[in-house]
């Protein structure tokens, strides 16, 4: 088996969907989570939100936040990309084709009647 160090050289700009959404099963199983419960990869994905929103809020709103836990929140793109990760993660334990999944819920979107909200 490839480590991961092997898998992320290999990882590149050009990658399709389903090739970014392989390297993540493999890193998923040489990390040791691939057994992981689908119940606890749900709750890690609903985490990795929460973190994203607090970078959003950190970083884009004028917003509040604890002064003294300031440098414990991420940037906005490391962020995304954990959501990123441990959405694929799911899809991974679902056996759930993103790219697919994506294009097929985008069919569905492309006939509906959006309503542009004002901002």
């Known amino acids: 088996m490839h480590n991961q160090l092997d898998l ?3 990882l ?3 990658d399709t969907l389903q090739e970014v959404q ?3 099963k493999n890193v998923i199983e040489i990390r040791g989570f691939s057994n992981q419960r689908i119940e ?3 709750l890690l994905l ?7 929103a607090k970078s959003i809020r950190k970083s884009a709103t004028d917003m509040g936040i604890d002064n003294n836990k300031v440098n414990h929140y991420d940037t906005v793109e490391s962020e995304v990309a954990d959501v990123f990760i441990v959405l694929c993660s799911v899809c991974n334990k679902l056996d759930i084709d993103l790219y697919k ?3 097929e819920k ?3 979107n492309i006939v509906r009647v959006w309503r542009k909200e004002n901002n």
């Not at 609903?46 to 994203?52: H, K, P, T």
């Open 46 to 52: 609903l985490e990795e939100v929460g973190e994203l």
């Open 40 to 42: 606890k990869t749900m």
């Open 101 to 103: 999944a994506l294009k």
């Open 8 to 10: 992320w050289n290999k």
């Open 22 to 24: 392989q390297y993540i």
């Open 106 to 108: 985008e069919q569905e």
């Open 12 to 14: 590149n700009e050009k």
